[in-house]
Structure formats: C-alpha cells, structure tokens
C-alpha cells in the first residue's frame, strides 16, 4: 500500500477558545474547560490527543483479535496524562506538554489469557499514536499573516 498523507484543519470560531476542526467529512469543536479560560464546549487539545491513542488501540483490537483467535466481548482502554499548565502558560519553567502518559487495557474475552495477551503486544506494537508518541519529528513549515483570511466559500473554489 502506498504511503497515505492524513490531513485536518483547525479554525479559530472568533470567541474564545473554542476551535472547529475539519478531518475528511467530519467535524469537531474544540474547547478548554472554564479554568483554562473557555467555555467547555469541546474536548481540549491534549484531551483529543489522549483519545486518539485509546481509540487507534481499540480500532486496531477490534482488527487485529480474529486473527489472534480472540472473541471481544469488551474492550476498553483508560489513558490519563499528567501535564503542569505552568508550563504552556509560561508561569514557570516546566514542560509545556505532557510529563507522563498513562494507559490501562481492560479486555473482556473468553478467550485463552495468551491471545488476548498476545492480541495485546500486537496492537501495542503497530499502534501509529503510540509510535507516534515515542517520538516523531515534527517540521513547522511556514506562518503566514494576512488581514484577511479567506471565507471557506473562498477556499473552495480555490
């Protein structure tokens, strides 16, 4: 298969901190809790980063267990992540990111404990947001300013 290329696309909504972001068809409002100054109306940054982890497992167990001849009846994957908003608001001299990330697999299966187990190595060793996570270069390709960003009507036509 060849190489794919995923894209998205985050507009600022003009209020706040709330966001919508595009991926294929789809669309999502992003937002920061009252006490990072927003309204909630979303999920926030480092939150979607977190559920795109326990969900690429759960996709990938929900693929990958026929083969490894185990029947889900459940699957579920907890992922907490420690972060000091010190840091991202520039109070003191900490990360800006996460310190530690967390996660917890919870399958519920009648098959042998060595399927499941090994079902469990698979998916954590192809998983692209774990992989991703360990440690990926990521390039800023350019910032451009302009006074007026075009409307999305605009940006279709182009």
Not at 72 to 86: A, I, M, Q, T, Y
Request: with cysteine; proline share 8%.
């Amino acid at each position: 298969m060849a190489k794919m290329t995923f894209s998205g696309e985050t507009t600022w909504s003009g209020e706040g901190t709330r966001a919508e972001v595009r991926l294929r068809n789809h669309r999502l409002i992003v937002d920061e809790p009252p006490e990072l100054g927003g309204k909630d109306e979303g999920p926030n940054p480092v939150e979607l980063l977190l559920g795109g982890l326990g969900s690429c497992l759960t996709v990938l167990a929900s693929l990958y267990a026929p083969a490894h001849g185990v029947a889900l009846r459940g699957f579920r994957v907890r992922v907490d992540g420690d972060l000091d908003p010190d840091g991202f608001q520039e109070k003191a001299p900490v990360r800006p990111g996460f310190l530690e990330i967390r996660y917890h697999i919870d399958v519920d299966s009648p098959s042998p404990a060595e399927n499941v187990q090994a079902l469990v190595a698979h998916i954590r060793r192809i998983c692209p947001v774990l992989d991703t996570l360990a440690g990926v270069p990521v390039a800023f390709v350019a910032a451009g300013a302009r006074s007026e960003l075009p409307s999305r009507e605009e940006e279709a036509r182009a």
